[in-house]
């Protein structure tokens, strides 16, 4: 059952819905300034950029990310083990956030103090990195609109599926 007034989950949901979405765009963002340094764009302005969005942004948007998405799950009705496209959601999202904290992060940083003496090798990874994270990101879009699979468990009666946005005030 929710434990949140309609207005409350309302606000919730807007705000996951700003982050993650705003976590997807920053990855596109990402992916089109490693398109571009691949490209011929000046380097000593395309990777320190992608640093500076990687820090203060994508990182960041990473975890809130994460943060607000359980809470949409813990405090309303969905709960976080008990319907598949939460759960395989859950999952996308921690794995995505371990490589971004731990791999991406760190690499890209180093390419915007590299700037225009990156190698080849570090710059191809501004373009394969946020190019499978925004596909994983698209993924968890897709799932979030469709719902699909069903339930974990059978539901019991006081925890029939629960109702979608619309006639929720
Ligand atoms: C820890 C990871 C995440 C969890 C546990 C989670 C869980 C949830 C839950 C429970 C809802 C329903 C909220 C409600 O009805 O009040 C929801 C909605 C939604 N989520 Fe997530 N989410 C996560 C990450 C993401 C990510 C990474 C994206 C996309 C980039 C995303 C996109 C959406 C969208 C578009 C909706 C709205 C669906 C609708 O209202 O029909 N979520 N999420």
Not at 25 to 34: E, H, I, K, P, R
Not at 35 to 54: E, F, H, I
Not at 121 to 141: C, G
């Amino acid at each position: 059952m929710s434990r949140l007034s309609p207005a409350v989950r309302k606000a919730l949901l807007t705000l996951h819905l700003v982050t993650s979405l705003g976590w997807l765009g920053a990855d596109l963002v990402l992916l089109t300034l490693g398109v571009a340094g691949l490209r011929g764009a000046d380097p000593a302005v395309v990777y320190p950029t992608a640093g500076l969005v990687v820090t203060y942004l994508f990182a960041p948007l990473s975890v809130v990310v994460w943060l607000v998405g359980v809470a949409s799950s813990l405090l309303t009705p969905w709960g976080l083990l008990r319907w598949r496209w939460v759960l395989v959601k859950f999952v996308l999202t921690t794995v995505l956030l371990g490589l971004v904290l731990l791999l991406l992060t760190p690499r890209i940083r180093q390419l915007g103090e590299l700037g225009a003496a990156a190698s080849t090798h570090y710059r191809v990874d501004l373009v394969v990195a946020p190019a499978i994270s925004s596909t994983l990101l698209l993924v968890a879009t897709v799932l979030s609109t469709y719902k699909p699979w069903g339930r974990l468990r059978p539901a019991t009666p006081a925890r029939r599926r629960p109702v979608a946005v619309a006639p929720r005030s």
